[in-house]
């Protein structure tokens, strides 16, 4: 079966870090660009990181630039966000995301995972 | 950064009615501009992309138009699940990569 699937998520305090995974099945993860996206509880998606195919280019929202890390291991079919100095306004859903036409720089996301929830309280 | 403006906010129609869905960009994305269904506690799902591109698996119901700064998804004859929450997205210039604000469709 064609999927991703995050985990990774739970609960950490303002200026913690975790590192979240994003496990792909069912088709070739190498030739593939993917994206974090993150939807806050009660809003609209919003996207936050890219990485190519071969990890050649990376891309972040400015609102986590510096903070966030996205990285992949296409041995393990594996795509990672790691994030340090986490803030209250970096609760939300994070969700993996496949470009839908292989590495592309134009394209829209044809498949999501499931989800994993991050939240960050004191 | 490109600004994505949706309207209307709400729409309330009864199953059998056409929708019409817009979605307006701040400045020309060309054609890449894609439409996502979202229901409670699911992902986002890809309708349309590039404009006009159904997805795979995407009922023919389902259609998208336009380019530059105007768009449209339109749902010829709504089915009971196809009441959510739609959001328009670019990928024409970025960074950012960003999404509309969403219109929810009700039944009326």
């Known amino acids: 079966e064609v999927q991703l699937v995050e985990s990774g998520g739970g609960l950490v305090k303002p200026g913690g870090s975790l590192r979240l995974s994003c496990a792909a099945s069912?088709?070739?993860?190498?030739?593939?660009?993917l994206n974090w996206v993150r939807q806050a509880p009660g809003k609209g998606p919003e996207w936050v990181a890219y990485?190519?195919?071969?990890?050649?280019?990376?891309y972040y929202a400015d609102s986590v630039k510096g903070r966030f890390t996205i990285s992949r291991d296409d041995a393990k079919d594996s795509l990672y966000l790691q994030m340090n100095n986490l803030r209250v306004e970096d609760t939300a859903i994070y969700y993996c995301a496949r470009d839908v036409n292989g590495d592309c720089y134009t394209c829209a996301f044809d498949l999501w995972g499931p989800g994993t929830m991050v939240t960050v309280s004191s | 950064e490109i600004v994505l403006t949706q309207s209307p906010a709400t729409l309330s129609l009864s199953p059998g009615e056409r929708a019409t869905l817009s979605c307006r960009a701040s400045q020309s994305v060309r054609t890449y501009l894609a439409w996502y269904q979202q229901k409670p506690g699911q992902a986002p799902r890809l309708l349309t992309y590039?404009?006009?591109n159904r997805a795979t698996g995407i009922p023919a119901r389902f259609s998208g138009s336009g380019s530059g700064t105007d768009f449209t998804l339109t749902i010829s004859s709504l089915e009971p699940e196809d009441f959510a929450l739609y959001y328009c997205h670019q990928r024409s210039s970025w960074p950012p990569i960003t999404f509309g604000q969403g219109t929810r469709l009700e039944i009326k």
């Open positions: 990485i190519s195919s071969g990890s050649t280019y990376t």
């Open positions: 069912g088709f070739t993860f190498s030739t593939y660009s």
């Open positions: 590039d404009a006009s």
